[in-house]
């Protein structure tokens, strides 16, 4: 696969390589991590056919709903402009039966999924993580995708139970999958600085193989462009790489592109406002052929806005995510906009020459 814009030889081997599903080493990854937009450009154009080899011209998009049960939390990292304090009259924490009524909804309009999160309450424990499981459980079949390692790391500290013990009881009561977020840039040098009290890179990393031993999958994402470098960027994938190695446990990689605006850390003037449309594109096709043993790349739709989502269909993702329905987290961060149609999925995906499916959460057609 020649790319149409001349690279030196040690790209043009790298994208050779990555092209015959060889493995990139460390150094390559951040080479790929560090091209020049031109050099990107041709990496960009590599990763799309990579791409369309491995799904044979197919992309996929999912129906589901966003659902956040509260804004409450004792956290405050710099890159959230969603957390209220208790006392704010923003502040809300939705009921078991009040969740179960939006999962009903949803399922009435067609999805086959709700991916349920929330802020660190200070007054719920696993008891409630446990209720709303019933109560979804209980009304619909919808697939139950919630709680990132950070709430799981909540709710077992807030009842005393180990890590393990919460996530058996979780799937026990229905808990079908997690979304692998509070990652953010897993180097804990970038987090003492974005999220000081957010769990280690480690306890992330133990709660993801946790899962994925217990037979629970997840996602992996990455939230990009605020102060972390390349060589960051690097230490995240690698991380994901070899997890995915030892447990192949991860459906997806999601790199999410810092929604800055409302955000504390862009008051304060902290990091770099996001990452620019030259970077996006950089990440992702270096995402596509450094993390060999993903198959799906998602690009996420509510993060780079729908025209460049659209275009990292060609460049390496092959999958747009869901339709929403109600987003919460970036729109309170900046965003305009909160739900995707199927039908403006499947246009978005066609008119970039791929065949539109629709997936459940576990990528089965
Ligand atoms: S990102 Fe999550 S844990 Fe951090 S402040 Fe926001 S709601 Fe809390």
Redesign the pocket.
């Known amino acids: 696969m020649r790319p149409p814009v001349v690279v030196d030889a040690e790209l043009e081997e790298i994208l050779a390589r990555a092209s015959e599903g060889r493995r990139l080493t460390r150094e390559e990854g951040l080479r790929l991590l560090k091209t020049s937009p031109e050099e990107t450009l041709a990496v960009a154009y590599v990763a799309g056919r990579i791409a369309r080899q491995l799904t044979g011209g197919i992309a996929t998009y999912v129906v589901n709903r966003n659902i956040n049960f509260t804004?409450i939390?004792?956290?405050?990292?710099g890159?959230?402009a969603?957390?209220q304090k208790p006392t704010s009259r923003l502040a809300y924490l939705l009921s078991p039966e009040e969740i179960a009524n939006k999962a009903r909804e949803a399922e009435a309009a067609g999805a086959t999924e709700v991916c349920i999160q929330?802020?660190?309450h200070p007054e719920i424990d696993l008891e409630y993580y446990l209720s709303l499981l019933d109560a979804v459980k209980g009304s619909t079949s919808l697939h139950i995708h919630a709680f990132?390692p950070?709430e799981i790391s909540h709710s077992s500290r807030q009842s005393g139970v180990s890590i393990k013990e919460a996530l058996r009881l979780l799937k026990d009561h229905g808990l079908g999958s997690i979304p692998g977020t509070?990652a953010e840039i897993l180097d804990d040098n970038v987090r003492h600085i974005i999220?000081p009290t957010?769990l280690s890179t480690e306890e992330w990393v133990e709660i993801i193989k946790t899962s994925h031993r217990l037979g629970i999958p997840t996602t992996a994402t990455m939230l990009y462009g605020h102060i972390e470098e390349a060589r960051h960027q690097l230490n995240h994938l690698e991380i994901l790489r070899d997890i995915q190695d030892s447990t192949e446990g991860f459906t997806e990689f999601v790199p999410l592109s810092f929604i800055h605006q409302n955000t504390p850390m862009h008051r304060s003037g902290l990091g770099r406002g996001g990452a620019t449309g030259i970077e996006d594109l950089r990440l992702f096709a270096a995402s596509r052929m450094y993390l060999d043993n993903f198959r799906n790349l998602q690009a996420s739709w509510i993060k780079l806005g729908p025209k460049l989502a659209q275009l990292m269909l060609c460049f390496g993702a092959n999958d747009l995510g869901g339709t929403l329905m109600e987003e919460n987290i970036s729109r309170c961060a900046g965003v305009n906009r909160e739900m995707l149609t199927k039908a403006d999925l499947e246009r978005m995906i066609r008119e970039v020459g791929l065949k539109p499916i629709q997936r459940d959460t576990l990528y089965n057609i």
């Open positions: 804004n939390c004792i956290n405050s990292c890159f959230c969603f957390r929330g802020g660190l990132s950070m509070a999220c957010k």
